[in-house]
């Protein structure tokens, strides 16, 4: 157990849809990232917020948005659905100050998103 | 815009044998290089580092092997194991205070008892 949960753990939507994907951090990390994996493709950085900023925006779409709350818990929200949104989607969180050297991020189990 | 990439999606090896995963990337800034294991209907878990002034790393039956000159990295699992079966992702840090991780597409290890 990496101490990251995520839900849900499966969702079924229609294209055009909007969901709202859940990511509570490890206790004390402050930083929590965002990824995608789709069929045959590694995991591609969507996002990534440090104590309730945004740090760093990879390859996200503009339907799609995230926010970190003060409680540090984070929501991505994906709307517009398409067929090709269809993926699993991690959350991850670190420790997130220069203390920590080695960059290791703690996954969640994912939540698996499915547009038909 | 560092790429990590990893050319091979499977291996496939007997128990008891070396597992060897390769991993080319193509930007020498970074601080770290990661591989990350994920077994079905689970996340990544972190498996070993190393920092970009070693040329090796080893952490039990997991050895990982770093050639700056060729921008190469591998991981070596010795012996390898049918528990090892997973998928193997290579990634690097891009260091300082924003820890994005940039993965490859992974490769598909299956040890075979």
């Known amino acids: 157990d990496s101490g990251v949960t995520q839900t849900p753990k499966h969702l079924i939507t229609a294209t055009g849809q909007r969901v709202t994907l859940r990511c509570s951090p490890r206790?004390?990390?402050?930083?929590v990232y965002w990824y995608q994996q789709s069929l045959d493709q590694g995991l591609q950085f969507l996002i990534q917020?440090?104590?309730?900023?945004?740090?760093a925006k990879g390859n996200i779409l503009e339907r799609f948005s995230a926010q970190q709350f003060p409680d540090l818990h984070s929501e991505l929200n994906l709307s517009s659905l398409e067929l090709g949104d269809s993926a699993l989607y991690f959350c991850?969180?670190?420790?997130?100050?220069?203390?920590?050297?080695?960059?290791?991020?703690?996954f969640g189990e994912g939540s698996r998103l499915t547009v038909l | 815009d560092q790429q990590v990439k990893q050319n091979s999606p499977s291996l496939s090896v007997q128990e008891g044998r070396i597992s060897i995963l390769n991993c080319d990337y193509t930007?020498?800034?970074?601080?770290?290089f990661l591989w990350y294991k994920k077994y079905p209907a689970e996340g990544p878990t972190f498996l070993i580092s190393i920092s970009s002034i070693k040329d090796k790393n080893e952490d039990g039956r997991f050895t990982v092997f770093l050639n700056k000159s060729a921008k190469h990295l591998s991981l070596h699992i010795v012996p390898s194991q049918p528990g090892d079966s997973a998928v193997y992702f290579c990634?690097?840090?891009?260091?300082?205070?924003?820890?994005?991780?940039?993965f490859g597409k992974g490769t598909l290890l299956t040890v075979n008892p």
């Open positions: 930007n020498s800034m970074f601080d770290y």
């Open positions: 991850a969180s670190s420790v997130g100050h220069v203390g920590s050297l080695t960059g290791e991020l703690f």
């Open positions: 990634a690097d840090n891009s260091g300082g205070s924003n820890y994005k991780l940039t």
């Open positions: 917020y440090y104590n309730g900023e945004e740090r």
């Open positions: 206790s004390g990390d402050l930083s």
